[in-house]
């Protein structure tokens, strides 16, 4: 067995520093924009080793083992949804039906900005709350760039809608992870959650729109927002305290749409917002395809449905792998945990992470029937075959999406891979615990904890599950709530996902704009720590100005 080590230097500024290392080195080489994603990934991943092997003394056998499993973990399942659907996307395409689709969606609204809140925001969460782990920004990035959005429009803004909802994603797979590690009630955690972030979902939209055309031209759809983030929020608040938090992305998705489709039947903005590009600064502008006179003429009832077949396929499918029900009926008939040798149970996780020695497991769970991948494999197949493809030219469109998607599921995998290993070693730990050292201010900094845990891993399950009982633990320590701080360290994190290197490339990879990482995560960064700060603020808010917000329910 190997102790995790948590101040290898006896120094914690320095041991922090070089945690730090790997996830720095990752991101300022996206940033730069000189080196690929791929080739960032796999540096940042061999810096990760060095630093675990010869700083935090793991031993290079587990080092390597840890990096592998990360790399087949990227694969399946983060790197098989992204496939699957990309390749609906291209059947969509070359059946027509998605040209079909933008000409219903534009029969709503032609306004850019309304748009974006149905796409990107109100449908991206409906996906996000059916399937999560990259599945809204694959869809969303791939409509709006069908649309005609530019790029880094497309990309930039899809990543910044998904939010809100991260917390609740996947049938609220982030609060089942965050009470399995700290013992804490998921309804209360989920009900917690419940009275952070519905501010935030009425902020984001704004933000959103803000983002995108500026000051005056979010002004001049406001009401449209307004709407948006109400018939958003208020359900989001209600489903996660007074049903469950299972269903509240599903729930407050549903009545979203409808709330804005039905509004704006009776409102539209005074002038149309045409542009498909970013207001401010947008190199990828060039790329944005105009509206044409084809776009404009009117869908027969037929059409219409033809174009919303697939994804109402893809909302059947994503529902149905979503329930806990379909999983443990799938994972029955097939399911292959492959325990790591040498790396399954050989590592412990140590006082004060946790109260007592913990082993840390290292399983490849091979559940194939069950990945939300497999599920939109098969939407993808009945679409296409529904759509009059034959079983041939179906493998070829396949043959051909992998090849498109090829750089980019190595990227995906070379990240998994530093962030299972930075879990693994301990080097997420140290981080952790240098955030946990700030006393008074922790509400803040425990907050962007989450933000910094759903970053590097680019996962708020994992963050959860990486830092959740720490924040418990910290808490305790503080006199502050465990089920406030831990319902935090969810809540901040929704605002990593949009700068975490896999959810960049998943942008990247639906939009089309391969090689340009780096201009994405520059663009979305500020956005990123902005928000981050203001859930921390609110959060202290919570446990000193305003306690009774942050009650435990009865």
Known sequence: MWNQIY?????????????????????VLIASGKVKAHIAAVIALIVANLITIFIFTMPAGLSIRASLLGVVTGFFPIGW??????????????????????????????????????????????FEGASG???????????????????????????????????????????QGLASVTGLDPYVLGA???????????????????????????????????????????????????????????????????????FLKVWQPKELWLSPALRTNDPSA??????????????????????????????????????????????????????????????NKVAPVVAKPTPETAVFAFTYLSFTGTGMLLAAIVSGLLMGFSPARLIAEYGRTIKVCSISLITISAMLAIGTLTRLSGVDATLGLAFAATGVFYPF????????????????????????????????????????????????????KMIDA????????????????GTILRYVFIHSIVLACLVGLFVTLQAYVYPFTAMVLG
């Not at 039906?97 to 850019?112: H, S, Y």
């Not at 945990?337 to 050989?346: A, C, F, S, T």
């Not at 590097?456 to 959740?468: A, P, R």
């Open 445 to 496: 900094f425990g907050t962007l904890l989450g933000w910094l845990g759903v970053a590097l891993t680019g996962s708020d399950t994992s963050s959860n599950v990486l830092f959740g009982n720490l924040q418990k633990i910290t808490s305790q320590q503080l006199g502050l709530s465990p089920v406030l701080m831990a319902a935090a360290n969810s809540s901040g994190g929704v605002m990593g």
């Open 192 to 262: 917690m959650v419940g009275r952070q972030l519905p501010l935030f979902s009425l902020i984001v939209p704004f933000w959103v729109i803000g983002a995108f055309a500026g000051w005056r031209g979010m002004i001049g759809v406001w009401p449209a927002i307004l709407v948006t983030g109400i018939s958003f929020a208020v359900p989001q608040f209600l489903i996660s305290n007074y049903i469950n938090p299972w269903i509240v992305d599903i729930g407050a998705s549903l009545i979203s749409m409808a709330c804005l489709i039905l």
């Open 81 to 126: 949804i992204v496939l699957n659907v990309i390749y609906l996307y291209r059947i969509t395409v070359e059946s027509g039906r998605f040209e079909l689709l933008q000409r219903a969606i534009g029969g709503v609204t032609e306004d850019r900005r309304l748009q974006l809140l149905l796409i990107a925001f109100s449908f991206g969460a409906f």
């Open 133 to 175: 782990f990259g599945t809204p920004v694959a869809i969303t990035g791939a409509i709006l760039i069908g649309l005609g959005f530019s790029p880094l429009a497309a990309s930039g803004l899809s990543l910044i809608a998904n939010t809100a909802p991260v917390a609740y994603g996947a049938l609220g797979t982030p609060i």
């Open 7 to 27: 101040n290898p230097l006896d120094n914690e500024v320095l041991s922090t520093i070089a945690a730090a290392i790997p996830a720095v080195t990752l991101l």
């Open 286 to 347: 060039d790329l944005a395809r105009p509206r044409t006179d084809a776009d404009r003429k009117p869908l027969t009832q037929a059409q219409l449905w033809g174009a919303l077949l697939p994804w109402i396929l893809v909302c059947i499918f994503m529902l149905v792998w979503g329930t806990g029900a379909f999983k443990t009926w799938a994972n029955a008939i097939f399911s292959w945990n492959y325990q790591v040798p040498d790396l399954h149970n050989q590592i």
């Open 502 to 517: 896999q959810s960049i490339v998943v942008a990247s990879t639906a939009t089309n704009w391969y090689g340009h990482e």
